[in-house]
């Protein structure tokens, strides 16, 4: 089967484009004729591995992204639709997946919607009325949507868009031989924005009493807008000694190999694949119960779920785990019951059927 993925800008660190990479990967190594289109791209590769037999095309060496006024945005994007409906890795491909909205809007343009499956990254809720009307209308003239929870397939069903369809997002790394079990350092992992949360968890660590719990650290692994305002906060809560901020690694697989346990701060989700990359990695987790997607994945154990945004309840939960050695180790082996539905061959499998069935 020809298969073409569609995206904004593939070299880009995020979930997106590693799912994207991770999802080509599979399929490429089940027998398909993978490619990817990617229409800009700020660096010459992309951030994560691509199986060489893989075709990656790039549409254009424009800049592009929020930096731009609202105006060159649009510009841009509608100087790339003759490119997209040239691309003979779409029009010959039997199925298209585009990748978020911007994707999206191209594919349905230069009239590749009926061979093409949309992909939604995010929750129903998080743009304003005005785009998700415009999304719903976009939707609807696709081969189908796939969403990443049920809540998500509910929510556009009942706002008219036909053919939505549930898969979620596989494990994306390759996990390592866990270590952390006698660590005194926890994780967290994530773009420095205010989805995730930062100055929250800043705030559940000016509640505990590092006195008591000499030892432990708190590292955090990736880049964003924030990073500037949550150094300050840190400073100004007194936590400098006890928070690093670590810019993005590709490598973040060694990371959770070696921690105690993962805290997950955000205000929502989602699918995050942070948490599925822990638990695979056998990594505790201590996570508000956020929407989307922490309580579906930990609903057999695996970690401690708190009241969304409620820092006082993030702040016992941590001191619960840094405390307890056997809440730890048991949480350790749920982890195992976490990841059986997100393993690659079995999401590949869920992808295969879908295009089969539609």
């Known amino acids: 089967?020809?298969?073409?993925?569609?995206?904004?800008?593939?070299?880009?660190?995020?979930?997106?484009?590693?799912?994207?990479?991770?999802?080509?990967?599979?399929?490429?190594?089940?027998?398909?004729?993978?490619?990817?289109?990617?229409?800009?791209?700020?660096?010459?590769?992309?951030?994560?591995?691509?199986?060489?037999?893989?075709?990656?095309?790039?549409?254009?060496d424009e800049h592009y992204g929020l930096d731009l006024s609202m105006f060159a945005r649009v510009t841009l994007i509608s100087k790339q639709v003759k490119a997209v409906k040239s691309s003979s890795e779409l029009r010959e491909a039997d199925v298209v997946i585009s990748?978020?909205?911007?994707?999206?809007?191209?594919?349905?343009?230069?009239k590749l919607a009926p061979k093409t499956f949309a992909c939604e990254h995010y929750k129903y809720g998080m743009y304003?009325?005005?785009?998700?009307?415009?999304?719903?209308?976009?939707?609807?003239?696709?081969?189908?949507?796939?969403?990443?929870?049920?809540?998500?397939?509910?929510?556009?069903?009942a706002h008219?868009?036909?053919?939505?369809?549930?898969?979620?997002?596989?494990?994306s790394i390759c996990p390592l031989p866990y270590e952390g079990s006698s660590s005194k350092r926890i994780l967290a992992?994530?773009?420095?924005?205010?989805?995730?949360?930062?100055?929250?968890?800043?705030?559940?660590?000016?509640?505990?009493?590092?006195?008591?719990?000499?030892?432990?650290?708190?590292?955090?692994?990736?880049?964003?807008?924030?990073?500037?305002?949550?150094?300050?906060?840190?400073?100004?809560?007194?936590?400098?000694?006890?928070?690093?901020?670590?810019?993005?690694?590709?490598?973040?697989?060694?990371?959770?190999?070696?921690?105690?346990?993962?805290?997950?701060?955000?205000?929502?989700e989602g699918f995050p694949m942070v948490l599925l990359e822990a638990a695979a990695s056998g990594l505790p987790i201590v996570s508000f119960d956020c929407k989307e997607g922490p309580r579906a994945l930990l609903q057999n154990g695996g970690g401690l779920l708190v009241k969304a945004e409620d820092t006082r309840a993030l702040a016992d939960a941590m001191r619960l785990m840094m405390t307890d050695d056997r809440l730890r180790d048991r949480c350790a082996r749920e982890t195992k019951q976490v990841v059986a539905d997100y393993t690659p061959d079995a999401i590949y499998r869920k992808w295969i059927k879908l295009f089969n069935n539609n």
């Not at 990748?99 to 230069?110: D, G, M, N, P, T």
């Not at 696709?142 to 990443?148: A, D, N, P």
Request: net charge neutral.
């Open 160 to 171: 008219g868009v036909q053919r939505v369809h549930v898969i979620e997002n596989m494990v």
């Open 99 to 110: 990748q978020k909205i911007l994707a999206s809007v191209l594919a349905r343009v230069a």
């Open 1 to 60: 089967m020809k298969i073409a993925f569609l995206i904004q800008d593939v070299t880009t660190a995020g979930g997106t484009e590693r799912t994207t990479c991770c999802l080509a990967n599979e399929m490429a190594r089940q027998g398909n004729e993978v490619s990817i289109v990617s229409v800009f791209h700020e660096a010459e590769v992309p951030c994560y591995a691509l199986d060489e037999r893989i075709r990656l095309v790039f549409i254009s």
């Open 189 to 268: 992992v994530g773009r420095l924005d205010k989805q995730k949360g930062y100055d929250l968890l800043l705030e559940a660590m000016s509640k505990l009493s590092w006195e008591a719990f000499p030892e432990w650290q708190v590292d955090v692994f990736g880049d964003g807008p924030e990073r500037e305002s949550l150094l300050q906060q840190s400073k100004s809560l007194g936590l400098d000694n006890r928070i690093t901020f670590h810019p993005f690694v590709k490598t973040i697989e060694e990371e959770y190999a070696r921690h105690a346990f993962l805290v997950m701060s955000s205000r929502f």
């Open 128 to 157: 304003n009325a005005a785009v998700r009307f415009v999304r719903n209308r976009l939707y609807r003239a696709f081969r189908g949507l796939v969403t990443l929870t049920d809540n998500d397939r509910r929510a556009f069903l």
